[in-house]
Structures are given as structure tokens and as C-alpha cells.
């Protein structure tokens, strides 16, 4: 969705393209009425400044951008109204309204990313990581447990997967993949160093690369063969990796899953071996 899109998009913006988002985003029906000169007064910049923040978005122009927005505001039209929850939790909100602004942010930044998510990369991504020998997983700080939990899923269904979340290991594993091999790196900024500087050398040796990123112009989706872009649900105290948890695991358990369906005998017969473990470490309660 296009209003997605402008959120994610508005933190990396100047301020006179953010000015131009917020009224967007503030009233998107009346952006649809008028010229791009006519935005631009309102917002106090001009119709050079609207071209830009359209352009901004990778939209060619601002007649693309009202497309956009007319289309969105009929698909919310033919949905059932449902109470709009703004992303903000004051001091006075009690914890009814907390779990409700919670809830509708995630909600909204899965939906968003599931509308978003380019299937042909997707796919592309998926026949890398099932045919590669060996997988490197990625990430540090809250991005490192999301490459936990990528490994987790992966080496669960048979694929060689490894979560590399100190960057002196990263690197060391990067120089010494080969192109059989395949990495997977995750940063919501797509400027982490540390992911990037063992992204960049496992390209080098030729392995497969693919970023999971909330930006789609970063630096580490820019130096990968595939990206896939995750959507924030940013709240109040929940900023950057915190808000954006939920939607890149939905793109880990989509990847997760497809890679599962194209080594299907491989992926069953590693649940099969494995089925049993999470039983036998469970307590159970004592006969009387």
C-alpha cells in the first residue's frame, strides 16, 4: 500500500519531503484533489519538492502517486470499518488501549509486508537457499535473533544453516564460502557495517546473497543478489529493529516455508528424526 510505503519511507527523507508525506498521510483524499503545484503550497515547499518526494518513493511521477492513493483508498472501502488505533501510547492510555495500539501496529506492518513482498524475489531467494551447500545467516543486535531463529527454522529442515552475529565469525565464515554456498543477511536500517562488511566478501567469493531489509536503497540490499523489504510497526518505545520484528519473521517463515516445499523429501524426513525431541524434554504431570 502506498501510505505503507510513505511511513517507511519518511524517516530517511528530508524535512521538506517529510512535509510533504505528513499531509499525505494526514489527509490522503484531499492529496488526491489538485496539482502537484497545489500540494506543494499547502505544505509550504513547491512542485519541484512534490516531484521529488514521488520519486523519493519510485514513483515516476505525481500522477502515479494519485493512482496510488485512489487505489488504496478503494480497497479500504470495500473493507469493514474497523477502529483506527494511531501508533502512539500516552502516559494516561490504559492497558486496554496499550494491547490495542500494539496489536494494530503488527497487524498492520504484516499485512503490509505480505502485500508488499516481491514474489519473484521470494522465489529467487528460496531456490538459492535450497541449493546451496551451506548457508551463513547475518545479523547483530535485534537483527541477531532474528538470524537465530532463521537458523533454527532452516537447519530444522535439513539445510547446512548457520547465524553469524559476531562480525569477526561473520567474516571469517564469509571468506570461506564458495559459490555452492549462500548467505542471508538481516538489517531493518540496510546499513549495519557489520552485516555488510561479511555480505560484501561472501559476494566476492561468490556465493549466493539475499538481504532481508526495511530499506529498499540501503547499502546491503544494494549489494545483495535478492532483497525482500519488511515494514515497520513502530509505537511508542518500539522503534527500529523492535518495531519491525514481526514482519521480517514473516518473511524468514515465508522463505522458511517454501525452501521446506522445494526439498520436500530432505525437509520431511528431517521433521521425522527430529519429531520426537521437543517430547521427550516435556515435564509431565505426576500421577496422584
Not at 7 to 17: A, H
Not at 178 to 201: I, N, Y
Not at 232 to 243: A, K, Y
Amino acid at each position: 500500500m502506498i501510505t505503507a510505503l510513505i511511513r517507511t519511507e519518511m524517516p530517511r527523507m528530508s524535512g521538506s519531503l517529510r512535509k510533504v508525506g505528513e499531509l499525505v498521510l494526514a489527509d490522503p483524499v484531499a492529496a488526491t484533489h489538485g496539482s502537484a503545484a497545489e500540494l506543494g503550497r499547502r505544505t509550504g515547499t513547491s512542485q519541484a519538492t512534490v516531484t521529488r518526494f514521488c520519486r523519493a518513493l519510485g514513483l515516476d511521477s505525481y500522477q502515479h502517486l494519485l493512482i496510488e492513493l485512489a487505489q488504496e483508498q478503494g480497497r479500504a472501502g470495500a473493507e469493514p470499518p474497523a477502529a483506527a488505533l494511531g501508533p502512539q501510547i500516552g502516559p494516561e492510555d490504559d492497558l486496554d488501549q496499550v494491547i490495542g495500539v500494539v496489536a494494530e501496529a503488527d497487524l498492520r506492518a504484516l499485512r503490509q509486508t505480505a502485500d508488499r513482498l516481491d514474489r519473484e524475489a521470494l522465489e529467487r531467494a528460496a531456490q538459492a537457499l535450497a541449493r546451496a551447500r551451506r548457508i551463513d545467516v547475518y545479523g547483530v543486535g535485534g537483527s541477531g535473533i532474528v538470524a537465530r531463529e532463521a537458523e533454527a527454522r532452516l537447519f530444522g529442515i535439513g539445510c547446512a544453516a548457520h547465524a553469524r552475529t559476531e562480525v569477526h565469525a561473520a567474516e571469517t565464515s564469509a571468506a570461506l564460502l564458495t559459490p555452492s554456498d549462500a548467505v542471508l543477511a538481516v538489517s531493518h536500517s540496510g546499513a549495519t557495517r557489520e552485516v555488510l562488511e561479511p555480505l560484501r566478501l561472501a559476494a566476492e567469493r561468490g556465493a549466493a546473497t539475499v538481504a532481508v531489509t526495511g530499506d529498499p536503497r540501503s547499502p546491503i540490499a544494494q549489494a545483495a543478489d535478492v532483497r525482500l523489504t519488511s515494514s515497520s510497526g513502530e509505537t511508542s518505545f518500539r522503534r527500529g529493529n523492535f518495531g519491525t520484528r514481526h514482519s521480517v519473521l514473516l518473511i524468514v517463515d515465508c522463505l522458511y516455508a517454501r525452501v521446506a516445499q522445494l526439498t520436500y523429501e530432505r525437509a520431511t524426513a528431517s521433521i521425522a528424526l527430529t519429531a520426537h525431541i521437543a517430547d521427550a524434554h516435556t515435564a509431565r504431570p505426576r500421577r496422584r
